[in-house]
């Protein structure tokens, strides 16, 4: 069963939980951090040319691709997480994490970007070339494992990813890829929990709200 999202913001509980806020201040001094950290690497340890990461040419055509291909992968995984029980347990895990209350749409957009081009540049810009494509994917599912599952699929988006940008040879795509599928989480996410909260109001005899 679903934990109970009719928590609100003035709850004992929900005072507990990370609200948009917060989570975007972190995400930010985060992401910060590790274009520093990528930066440092690539450029200054390793002396490669920084200017291959984000070409001037083709940008437009780049973002679109990998926004078709973000937009798919999170599709698919949605619906993957409404069928396979360990990944369905980590939605319930972020039900009772985030103060989702205090969410709204742009939040969404907002932490795709925040996660999206920090992420990118220090697992595919900065370390891909040196660790290849295999090794930087594990690497990047094994810091994002919250549970096993999520490491697993973390580990699946960062091959995706990392496929991406050899193919591509820029992270134009794999950043507007890796924004696309954190935003529509998170837009799916919100949706989830107003559902779950409208129809816990409406009480038990109610009929779902689509």
């Not at 990461?53 to 973002?63: R, V």
């Not at 999520?150 to 794999?174: K, M």
């Not at 954190?182 to 996410?189: I, M, S």
Request: charged share 15%.
């Amino acid at each position: 069963m679903l934990p109970s999202p009719a928590s609100t913001p003035g709850s004992e509980r929900a005072s507990f939980r990370i609200n948009a806020l917060r989570l975007t201040r972190g995400g930010v001094l985060l992401g910060a951090g590790m274009i520093a950290l990528g930066v440092l690497w690539a450029g200054v340890i390793r002396d490669r040319d920084l200017s291959a990461w984000f070409p001037a040419q083709g940008w437009l055509g780049e973002i679109a691709l990998g926004l078709l291909v973000g937009a798919g992968f999170s599709a698919l995984a949605w619906t993957a997480a409404s069928r396979i029980p360990a990944l369905n347990a980590i939605l319930r895990l972020l039900t009772e994490t985030l103060d989702f209350p205090s969410f709204r749409y742009y939040h969404a957009l907002t932490l795709g970007l925040v996660a999206g081009v920090p992420e990118e540049i220090l697992f595919r810009g900065a370390l891909q070339p040196d660790l290849k494509l295999v090794l930087t994917a594990i690497l990047f599912g094994l810091l994002h494992a919250i549970t096993p599952a999520y490491g697993l699929y973390a580990t699946l988006a960062g091959g995706v990813l990392g496929a991406l940008t050899l193919w591509r040879g820029s992270l134009w795509a794999a950043v507007a890829a890796h924004a696309a599928i954190d935003t529509v989480t998170f837009v799916l996410l919100i949706r989830r929990w107003r559902r779950l909260h409208a129809a816990a109001i409406a009480g038990p005899d109610s009929r779902p709200v689509c």
